[in-house]
């Protein structure tokens, strides 16, 4: 798209943003520019503007990364953790807690799917190239974990759940080709090669949280908390890589 982006923020505090044409000079948007936007999480491209999404329902859309127009749905309330563009049926999709998920085939009006498929947090949400799929999960201050793997033809309707068998908490989820990686707490790490039907336990080798799982070039990439960072080519054999990081890894991007 000609321009980099990184957004970010804590809320109840203002977003911010930096932009970049290189990815080497960064630029910082002014908070002014982004008045009202509080903690944008994930952030999307849909061939013409950027689509972010944060907490408290906050979505906002901008042209050049530089000045941005707060937008509403009708989820009020819900904090929105994941973006995506599905290019092949110009919709744009989001999910967030309380297993929220909006549609938008322009980035102005939303419109919020009644699935009803679960109350959970869905972190994070994917196109393959052939469907829409979204992961997530909560863990409960009694130690309790529930996971949810939910999938659609394109995003704007007809979901269906997805049996991952795993207890734990599921963070984020990656694809090449026809497989697909899901990772989360507890260096739990699952893989799908038949559209999501079926999934199989990965030894990962590691007990640290996995936060974030994508695709670099030939590798699986997963990072985690306390620097943990995973390599797989194949989605099955992980190795444990040295980032010498101490905190957590919560973003990977090529």
Request: glycine share 12%.
């Amino acid at each position: 798209v000609g321009l980099n982006l990184s957004t970010g923020g804590v809320y109840p505090s203002p977003s911010y943003a930096a932009v970049s044409s290189n990815a080497i000079n960064w630029t910082t948007v002014p908070a002014a520019g982004i008045a009202g936007i509080n903690g944008m999480i994930d952030v999307t491209h849909n061939g013409s503007q950027w689509i972010a999404v944060g907490y408290s329902n906050h979505i906002a859309t901008s042209t050049n990364g530089t000045s941005w127009v707060l937008r509403n749905s009708d989820s009020v309330g819900k904090d929105l953790y994941s973006v995506l563009w599905n290019s092949s049926t110009s919709t744009i999709v989001a999910t967030g807690s309380s297993g929220t998920m909006l549609s938008s085939t322009n980035g102005t009006t939303w419109t919020t799917l009644g699935e009803n498929l679960t109350t959970t947090l869905l972190s994070d949400v994917i196109w393959t190239g052939t469907r829409v799929v979204a992961v997530g999960g909560y863990t409960y201050a009694n130690a309790t974990h529930d996971s949810v793997i939910i999938s659609s033809a394109d995003g704007s309707g007809g979901w269906t759940k997805l049996h991952s068998d795993t207890a734990r908490t599921l963070k984020s989820i990656a694809h090449s080709g026809n497989q697909m990686v899901v990772v989360g707490e507890s260096g739990v790490i699952l893989n799908s090669t038949d559209n999501g039907v079926t999934w199989n336990p990965v030894t990962s080798g590691v007990t640290a949280h996995l936060l974030m799982v994508r695709r670099v070039g030939n590798q699986f990439v997963a990072a985690g908390a306390g620097g943990t960072l995973l390599t797989s080519p194949n989605g099955i054999n992980c190795t444990a890589r040295n980032s010498t990081v101490i905190g957590p890894l919560t973003t990977i991007t090529q």
